[in-house]
């Protein structure tokens, strides 16, 4: 990982803003987070009193809070472009050795790979499977055909599933690495 902050960091934290702009007012607000939750539930057919959807609900909550407790600098329950960017340049793409943290166990980045995770794996049982990954890109717009090709160059072991360090090496590299030929950059989508 450089000790700068690169165009293709920029790029793809720009990327996954606009992704999670779910309804394109160019902030990031709770319903933004609870949309997506509500489009895989219904995608899932998950009734809302469930235990899957309940739970999808608590973690989307409580990424939302730690977003907010950190990003939402003025407190008005939006989240800036400027307030995105800022964060995550001091908490994914600052040299860790000079700060002396690990990235790996950045509260952050974990709580955005579980969040993830939990959203990806429709049935709870650890792997994430074709159709769950279409699932989770067709919530953030991106298409089928995009999503079915990058499972296959995600999917590094060939046995048709996602595990969860395989998501979790995706998530990480699409935040912490400025390597362009880094497959977790297309994680979320063509940049």
Same mark, same amino acid.
């Given at each position: 990982?450089?000790?700068?902050?690169? #165009?293709?960091?920029? +790029?793809?934290?720009?990327?996954?803003?606009?992704?999670?702009?779910? +309804?394109?007012?160019?902030?990031?607000?709770?319903?933004?987070?609870?949309?997506?939750?509500? /489009?895989? !539930?219904?995608?899932?057919?998950?009734?809302?009193?469930?235990?899957? %959807?309940?739970? @999808?609900? !608590? *973690?989307?909550?409580? @990424?939302?809070?730690?977003?907010?407790?950190? @990003? +939402?600098?003025?407190?008005?329950?939006?989240? /800036?472009?400027?307030?995105?960017?800022?964060?995550?340049?001091?908490? &994914?793409?600052?040299?860790?050795?000079?700060? *002396?943290? +690990?990235?790996?166990?950045?509260?952050?980045?974990?709580?955005? !790979?579980?969040?993830?995770?939990?959203?990806?794996?429709? #049935?709870? #049982?650890?792997?994430?499977?074709?159709?769950?990954?279409?699932?989770?890109?067709?919530?953030?717009?991106?298409?089928?055909?995009?999503?079915?090709? *990058? &499972?296959?160059?995600?999917?590094? #072991? *060939?046995?048709?599933?996602?595990?969860?360090?395989?998501?979790? /090496?995706?998530?990480?590299?699409? %935040?912490?690495?400025?390597?362009?030929?880094? @497959?977790?950059?297309?994680?979320?989508?063509?940049?």
């Amino acid at each position: 990982m450089a000790a700068r902050f690169t #165009d293709l960091q920029k +790029d793809k934290l720009i990327h996954m803003f606009e992704l999670l702009d779910v +309804d394109g007012n160019g902030v990031l607000e709770y319903d933004d987070f609870r949309m997506v939750v509500d /489009t895989m !539930a219904d995608e899932r057919g998950l009734d809302r009193s469930s235990r899957r %959807y309940l739970s @999808l609900l !608590a *973690g989307n909550k409580r @990424l939302w809070k730690m977003f907010s407790r950190h @990003l +939402d600098i003025d407190n008005d329950g939006q989240i /800036t472009l400027a307030e995105w960017l800022a964060f995550h340049i001091k908490a &994914f793409v600052s040299d860790p050795v000079a700060n *002396g943290l +690990d990235p790996k166990f950045s509260s952050a980045l974990n709580s955005t !790979a579980k969040f993830f995770l939990e959203l990806l794996d429709s #049935d709870g #049982d650890g792997v994430v499977s074709v159709e769950d990954y279409v699932m989770f890109c067709g919530a953030y717009n991106v298409g089928e055909n995009e999503a079915r090709i *990058g &499972f296959e160059m995600f999917d590094r #072991d *060939g046995n048709g599933q996602l595990s969860q360090e395989e998501v979790i /090496t995706m998530v990480q590299e699409f %935040y912490l690495s400025d390597d362009p030929e880094s @497959l977790g950059n297309l994680f979320f989508g063509n940049l």
